[in-house]
T-cell receptor, first 115, second 107 residues
Framework: GAGVSQSPSNKVTEKGKDVELRCDPI?????LYWYRQSLGQGLEFLIY????????KSGLPSDRFSAERTGGSVSTLTIQRTQQEDSAVYLC?????????????FGNGTRLTVT | SQQGEEDPQALSIQEGENATMNCSYK?????LQWYRQNSGRGLVHLIL?????REKHSGRLRVTLDTSKKSSSLLITASRAADTASYFC???????FGAGTRLTVKP
């Protein structure tokens, strides 16, 4: 079956512009995570959605970052007024049961470059 | 809070040797998971070990869990060049990942 799909795969934007990154999770997966990975670094947790519960936004680095998940499926991560330090690979993952402990399935990420 | 912390940060071995990397965490867990990342893109799930398990095997992978020390280890036996990747751990509590262990297997 289809895996987690992220789009675009690459995005180059000018400093100050807004960007939207999209994640299509595996059908039926109730949990969805966003992470950020700067070059050569580990994964930085951003936000977690679980079903209809309020999302865990504790990892969002600033109020320029926001995310939503419509209809419990597709998620969009929005970065407003992008800065050069936002350049990174943004990874999305989904799982069947979230924190109960089922494995995460990752997309291939969106590589964001802010010039 | 960040649960999984891997060490060493980098490990370089010859093909055929065994590779061991470790993971420490802070609070009680239900399970701990190991992942591999090959190319700076998506991570791939390798193995999950539950808190009531002490050891688990999958092919050339062996994972141990010591809940008293809040630590886990991942052993890759008879390593191959294709095992070159970054390896990460995370616990079920929050699925936060550490910086990972960068494994290089030289042919």
């Amino acid at each position: 079956g289809a895996g987690v799909s992220q789009s675009p795969s690459n995005k180059v934007t000018e400093k100050g512009k807004d960007v939207e990154l999209r994640c299509d999770p595996i059908s039926g997966h109730t949990a969805l995570y966003w992470y950020r990975q700067s070059l050569g670094q580990g994964l930085e947790f951003l936000i977690y959605f679980q079903g209809n519960s309020a999302p865990d936004k504790s990892g969002l680095p600033s109020d320029r970052f926001s995310a939503e998940r419509t209809g419990g499926s597709v998620s969009t991560l929005t970065i407003q007024r992008t800065q050069q330090e936002d350049s990174a690979v943004y990874l999305c993952a989904s799982s069947t049961r979230g924190q109960v402990g089922s494995p995460l399935h990752f997309g291939n990420g969106t590589r964001l470059t802010v010039t | 809070s960040q649960q999984g912390e891997e060490d060493p940060q980098a490990l370089s071995i010859q093909e055929g040797e065994n590779a061991t990397m470790n993971c420490s965490y802070k609070t009680s867990i239900n399970n701990l998971q190991w992942y591999r990342q090959n190319s700076g893109r998506g991570l791939v799930h390798l193995i999950l070990i539950r808190s009531n398990e002490r050891e688990k095997h999958s092919g050339r992978l062996r994972v141990t869990l010591d809940t008293s020390k809040k630590s886990s280890s991942l052993l890759i036996t008879a390593s191959r060049a294709a095992d070159t990747a970054s390896y990460f751990c995370a616990t079920n509590n929050d699925m936060r990942f550490g910086a990972g262990t960068r494994l290089t297997v030289k042919p």
